[in-house]
């Protein structure tokens, strides 16, 4: 008998207070990304700048965009060859990075020779690859600030806010699990599903509709 696997999610609210407790941080560029686009935090610690176009192309009415193709798993490959992706950036991503891109111009001048350049979107004050648990720690430092217990929540758990979110502004199943890089919508359905309904949304549209600023 298969275990039925249960997810949390913050709600709407929470997940507004969330962003706002970060802005200013270090990885606020990071819980961004996690909350808006879904992707997982292991492949969010293997982007490089060169996988990120922070402008797209408004004459072909492609926008700025991101290519998550790769994590920080053995290997370097993501969990699934369908979690290969491209996703459209929300505008709050884009602004978040940018101030990620300039933090980052500031550390390497700090760092001088000490700088370590591996194209990393998320990297340490000397440039190498961030630990799992110095952003774990990081993120429930923000979630206090927020007004919520910290023990409980971690940074995976904002990919089951993106999708409850969506979810809940009328996104189908198959878009959703094709936003989220899973192979087809058991997995979504099993672990993130909150509710159904049948209205064509796309993720970055919603996120810059719900998080408008």
Same mark, same amino acid.
């Given at each position: 008998? !298969? &275990?039925?696997?249960?997810? %949390? ?14 802005? =200013? ?14 992707? $997982?935090? #292991? #492949?969010? $610690? ?10 797209? @192309?408004?004459?072909? @009415? ?11 798993? #053995?290997?370097?490959?993501? %969990?699934?060859? &369908? *979690?290969?992706? *491209? ?14 891109? #300039? ?5 390497? %001048? ?5 700088? %370590?350049?591996?194209?990393? +979107? ?8 961030? @630990?799992?648990?110095?952003? &774990?720690?990081?993120?429930? =430092?923000? +979630? ?9 929540? !971690? ?5 089951? +806010? ?6 809940? *502004? =009328? ?6 699990? &094709? ?8 997995? /979504?359905?099993? +672990? ?16 810059? /509709?719900?998080?408008? $600023?």
């Amino acid at each position: 008998m !298969t &275990r039925e696997v249960r997810s %949390k999610s913050l709600t709407f609210d929470q997940a507004g207070a969330v962003l706002d407790a970060a802005a =200013g941080t270090r990885i606020y560029a990071y819980v961004v990304l996690s909350l808006l686009i879904g992707a $997982r935090t #292991e #492949e969010l $610690r293997a982007l490089t700048w060169k996988e990120v176009d922070l402008v797209g @192309d408004p004459d072909k @009415d492609i926008p700025p965009w991101i290519a998550v193709w790769r994590s920080v798993r #053995e290997g370097g490959d993501t %969990k699934t060859k &369908r *979690s290969r992706r *491209s996703l459209a950036l929300p505008k709050r991503c884009v602004e978040a990075l940018k101030a990620q891109k #300039e933090q980052q111009r500031r550390d390497k %001048k700090v760092a001088g020779d000490k700088w %370590k350049d591996h194209g990393l +979107v998320f990297a340490s004050l000397v440039g190498t690859p961030l @630990d799992a648990h110095n952003v &774990r720690r990081a993120f429930r =430092g923000i +979630v206090k600030d927020a007004g919520m217990p910290a023990y409980y929540w !971690t940074p995976r758990e904002m990919r089951h +806010v993106f999708v409850s979110l969506l979810s809940d *502004s =009328g996104v189908p199943l198959e878009d959703i699990a &094709r936003l989220v890089g899973h192979s087809g919508t058991a997995v /979504t359905e099993a +672990v993130y599903r909150k509710q159904i309904r049948p209205v064509l949304l796309q993720g970055a549209a919603v996120m810059d /509709t719900l998080f408008a $600023r």
